[in-house]
């Protein structure tokens, strides 16, 4: 059985896209058979986090409009095989695809893949509409920051309204040792606000930035806690019962190099 | 109580918790903003209740939340015009 998950969040810079590039990913690394769709039409980026910006050839609007099968416009990962992608246009705006579209394609891709991952724009506007139209699951982004559980919080209502049920939290770019100074609100905190079970949280780590850099996913990168916090989502979102991380604070020295500016 | 206290001795508070107990009223004001249905339906059952045992003028009828330091109050306005005979 197929599953459909779209990734939002409301508010921009959260880290939808590269949560969306994760899960696919790891999806992929377990031998499933995923799809993945940028839907922020006119600043696509879900190729750069993957590497694959040179190899796109059709996008998203070219398969709507139907000047290509989808086949065509699919991108293969040069790793993982299974993993595609399918990008959007840089140059249509948000107005170039309607949810029936969406749905038509989504329809088509349950046929012959094991998960679809759609990648959301920010805001709540059509582009959001479009993207959660065929969504079985919604995996909200969040950060611990007023404004982004903000907007987590009127994304999950607008969902609900859109009667998608099935509702996932991560929290993004945590700083343990904020949290343990009381200066971050934590992931329990957040979670009861939004009256979500969290299904993991991903610390501020520098190797989500490297990871950016050369278009490899962090969660190749099994030394990283960002890399085995989003392999354990990934198990998570297949039913799987996995504890929580602990992620190490800053050491002591780490955090005297910090005050002596080392 | 507790806050007040610790302002007097000058500890400051967590900006952790500033942002928490920020979000809490702000959350409640949102979702009611965001669901007038909501509003109006809660409005009808309050009617409703409250019809039971007095008579009120529904049009002048006042339903709003407001902020009471850290927490959220739902507020009420009902004229009464008169009671019912129990």
């Known amino acids: ?262 | 109580m507790f806050d007040s206290i610790m302002k007097i001795f000058g500890k400051k508070e967590k900006s952790g918790k500033i942002a928490g107990d920020r979000l809490r009223v702000l959350l409640v004001h949102d979702r009611a903003n965001m669901s007038p249905e909501i509003m109006e339906k809660l409005r009808d059952d309050i009617i409703q209740v409250i019809s039971k045992y007095m008579d009120i003028n529904k049009k002048d009828m006042e339903l709003s939340f407001e902020n009471e330091d850290n927490a959220v109050a739902l507020v009420a306005n009902i004229p009464v015009r008169r009671m019912r005979h129990s």
């Open chain 1, 1 to 262: 059985m197929s599953k459909v998950i779209v990734v939002t969040s409301g508010k921009g810079g959260v880290g939808k896209t590269t949560t969306s590039a994760n899960i696919g990913m790891g999806l992929a690394m377990r031998g499933n058979s995923v799809v993945l769709i940028d839907t922020d039409t006119g600043l696509r980026n879900l190729d750069l986090l993957l590497g694959l910006e040179n190899r796109i050839l059709y996008d998203l609007v070219d398969v709507t409009e139907g000047r290509v099968p989808y086949r065509k416009a699919l991108v293969a990962h040069k790793k993982y095989e299974k993993l595609l992608l399918l990008p959007t246009s840089q140059i249509r705006d948000k107005s170039a695809i309607n949810p029936a579209q969406l749905m038509v394609l989504c329809d088509e891709l349950r046929k012959n893949y094991d998960y679809v991952i759609i990648d959301c724009p920010a805001g709540i506007e059509q582009g959001f509409k479009t993207a959660i139209a065929a969504a079985d699951m919604a995996i909200v982004v969040t950060m611990p920051e007023i404004a982004a559980v903000r907007d987590a919080d009127k994304i999950i209502g607008e969902l609900l309204r859109s009667e998608k049920n099935d509702i996932r939290l991560i929290v993004n770019r945590i700083r343990p040792s904020m949290v343990d100074q009381g200066e971050m609100m934590n992931m329990e905190e957040i979670q009861k606000h939004l009256e979500l079970k969290c299904i993991g949280q991903i610390p501020d780590e520098q190797s989500v930035i490297t990871a950016a850099n050369i278009g490899e996913p962090v969660i190749l990168n099994q030394d990283s806690y960002a890399g085995k916090a989003y392999a354990n989502i990934v198990g998570r979102i297949c039913g799987e019962e996995i504890p929580f991380l602990v992620v190490p604070k800053d050491g002591l020295l780490k955090r005297l190099k910090k005050a002596f500016g080392f």
